[in-house]
Nanobody, 124 residues
Framework: QVQLVQSGGGSEQVGGSLRLSCEVSGKTFRRDCMGWFRQSPGKEREPVALIYTSNALANYANSVKGRFIVSQDEATNTGYLQMNSLESEDSGMYYC?????????????????WGQGTQVTVSS
């Protein structure tokens, strides 16, 4: 049984930083694609960042480029999303997900496994 367990998040002021973690169990972390998504009330779930776990190649949404950093630790099967220079628009529920294959996608529907979500609230 594949499980993604998220931790981190919480409340922070504008300009601050937060780090999210996503620990994977039940499958190998390698040769997969991990995505980070966020969703605000009344809005669709939007992609934030992707990372190919085979080579740690990362891609970012324009809205977070230069501020967020996605990384991984193969030894612990854990992915991370470091969020810096937070803006109020970054508030929302954040999810990590795996496609279950080496294929990466910006579409939530292409991801087979999801974390439980963690709330991020950025206030001024």
């Amino acid at each position: 049984q594949v499980q993604l367990v998220q931790s981190g998040g919480g409340s922070e002021q504008v300009g601050g930083s937060l780090r999210l973690s996503c620990e994977v169990s039940g499958k190998t972390f390698r040769r997969d694609c991990m995505g980070w998504f966020r969703q605000s009330p009344g809005k669709e779930r939007e992609p934030v960042a992707l990372i190919y776990t085979s080579n740690a190649l990362a891609n970012y949404a324009n809205s977070v480029k230069g501020r967020f950093i996605v990384s991984q630790d193969e030894a612990t099967n854990t992915g991370y999303l470091q969020m810096n220079s937070l803006e109020s628009e970054d508030s929302g529920m954040y999810y990590c997900a795996l496609t279950g294959s080496t294929r990466c996608s910006w579409r939530p529907g292409d991801f087979a496994y999801w974390g439980q979500g963690t709330q991020v609230t950025v206030s001024s």
